[in-house]
């Protein structure tokens, strides 16, 4: 069952601009996580916002999340080449989930050019 | 050094012969799971442990088997591959499953001729 949609599919900006990508989800969540993936290779946490969070901080990285809106976005700020890649939000299922899953969306291209 | 490592990185092979994957974790993590990746359909989860001798399907369990007799290792087995289940497969672990952060393996490249 997917969970998290990223919006947009793919992203194409300069160095030092600013990238926003979304995340919309359907059921309640008790967190929501950000994760990076460089082509082909294993995804990298980059930031774990919980369901009583509405803002979280790490370096460049700006995470909110809307739980009234199923929605949370990540912003990458003054972007560099080394910041292109797939960018996956993930959701887990809630109250009711036992912590047991996670359901990843099917991410956001981001291509940043020097 | 933290990490979460897979074997093989990269398989070819035929339909209908056995293989497995291997994936180990030194974090002493309870919760391990395995996912897919294919294009244009994200990652699926296929199989989670969390932990010793408990396993449980995700969301695309056909045609895979898993095993936790240990807490480092959660292998994938597939008993007879077949074309479709060719794809890029990632090994995860964590404390407290999806409550805190998944650390992934490098993955594994799967060609099913």
């Known amino acids: 069952s997917q969970q998290g949609e990223e919006d947009p599919q793919a992203l194409s900006i300069q160095e030092g601009e600013n990238a926003t990508m979304n995340c919309s989800y359907k059921t309640s969540i008790n967190n929501l996580q950000w994760y990076r993936q460089n082509s082909g290779r294993g995804l990298v946490h980059l930031i774990l916002i919980r369901s009583n969070e509405r803002e979280k901080h790490s370096g460049r990285l700006r995470v909110t999340l809307d739980t009234s809106k199923k929605s949370s976005s990540l912003l990458i700020t003054a972007s560099r080449a080394a910041d292109t890649a797939s960018y996956f939000c993930?959701?887990?299922?809630?109250?009711?989930?036992?912590?047991?899953?996670?359901?990843f969306g099917k991410g956001t291209m981001l291509l940043v050019s020097p | 050094e933290a990490q979460v490592t897979q074997n093989p990185r990269y398989l070819i092979t035929v339909t209908g012969k056995k293989l497995t994957v291997t994936c180990s974790q030194n974090?002493?993590?309870?919760?391990m799971s395995w996912y897919r990746q294919d294009p244009g359909l994200g990652l699926r989860q296929i199989y989670y442990s969390m932990n010793v001798e408990v396993t449980d399907k995700g969301d695309v369990p056909e045609g895979y088997k898993v095993s936790r007799k240990e807490k480092r290792n959660f292998p994938l087995i597939l008993e007879s591959p077949s074309p479709n289940q060719t794809s890029l497969y990632f090994c995860a672990s964590s404390s407290q499953g999806s409550y805190n952060e998944q650390f992934f393996g490098p993955g594994t490249r799967l060609t099913v001729l």
């Open positions: 974090m002493n993590h309870e919760y």
């Open positions: 993930a959701t887990d299922g809630g109250l009711n989930s036992g912590y047991s899953t996670l359901t």
